[in-house]
């Protein structure tokens, strides 16, 4: 496809259930980005892949959070044992990069999961 | 006190005014994003600033980076431009730190 795709788009969870989020970045970008978005707030930063590796997971809120992207493409964001607070929107946006040089791509965002932890 | 902060945070307008956004930050940054949601979670990419100004159709943004502040204008605005504006700051990390927007209404 064209652009950053996400599944499931919607997604509705039992507290203490197990749910697992996927991003499908835009072909050849490599770097990929997980955000969290609550009700009314703006996007706040979860991980960072370049292609395979997870160079900065700062802001996973906590150890139920884990996200994964093995052959540097597709990658899923994984929580176990979902708590109400977990509820947001979920976004991921993947951009090319670049090791040295002015700063000139954009990151390109999927449409979001929405999570409901009832 | 948040690291990217966004004025205001609710903006209605009628058809046809220029309209004007502001983001104001705290930390060193790389470059600065403008960034549109509309309702349903989307967001478009509008500019990725580092220095001065950039114009595309009716949006223009610019950024100062000495006083670290940017302004997204908009003009002659549409109801269709209705959406949430929002300004993200990358660190030299390649991470985004994102304001928490401005809703944006315009009438007809």
């Known amino acids: 496809g064209a652009g950053v795709s996400q599944s499931p788009r919607y997604k509705v969870a039992k507290r203490g259930q197990d749910v697992a989020l996927r991003c499908d970045p835009i072909?050849?970008?490599?770097?990929l980005f997980w955000y969290q978005q609550a009700l009314g707030q703006g996007p706040e930063f979860l991980t960072y892949?370049?292609?395979?590796?997870?160079?900065?997971k700062s802001g996973l809120p906590s150890d139920r959070f884990f996200a994964e992207r093995p052959e540097g493409s597709v990658s899923t964001l994984k929580i176990q044992r979902t708590q109400q607070e977990d509820s947001a929107v979920y976004l991921c946006?993947?951009?090319?990069?670049?090791?040295?040089?002015?700063?000139?791509?954009?990151?390109?965002f999927g449409p979001g999961t929405r999570l409901t932890v009832l | 006190k948040n690291e990217v902060e966004q004025s205001p945070q609710n903006l209605t307008a009628q058809e046809g005014e220029f309209i004007t956004i502001n983001c104001s930050y705290s930390?060193?940054?790389?470059?600065l994003h403008w960034l549109q949601q509309h309702p349903g979670g989307g967001i478009v990419s509008l500019f990725m600033?580092?220095?001065g100004k950039k114009k595309h159709g009716r949006l223009i943004a610019t950024i100062n980076i000495q006083e670290k502040h940017s302004s997204l204008h908009i003009t002659a605005s549409h109801p269709r431009d209705s959406a949430v504006y929002i300004c993200?700051?990358?660190?030299?990390?390649?991470?985004?730190?994102f304001g928490t927007g401005t809703r944006l209404q315009v009438f007809p």
């Open positions: 946006a993947s951009s090319f990069w670049r090791e040295f040089g002015p700063l000139t791509d954009t990151q390109y």
């Open positions: 892949f370049q292609n395979e590796a997870q160079l900065d």
């Open positions: 072909s050849g970008h490599v770097s």
């Open positions: 993200a700051v990358r660190l030299n990390t390649d991470k985004l730190i």
């Open positions: 600033l580092s220095s």
């Open positions: 930390v060193g940054i790389s470059a």
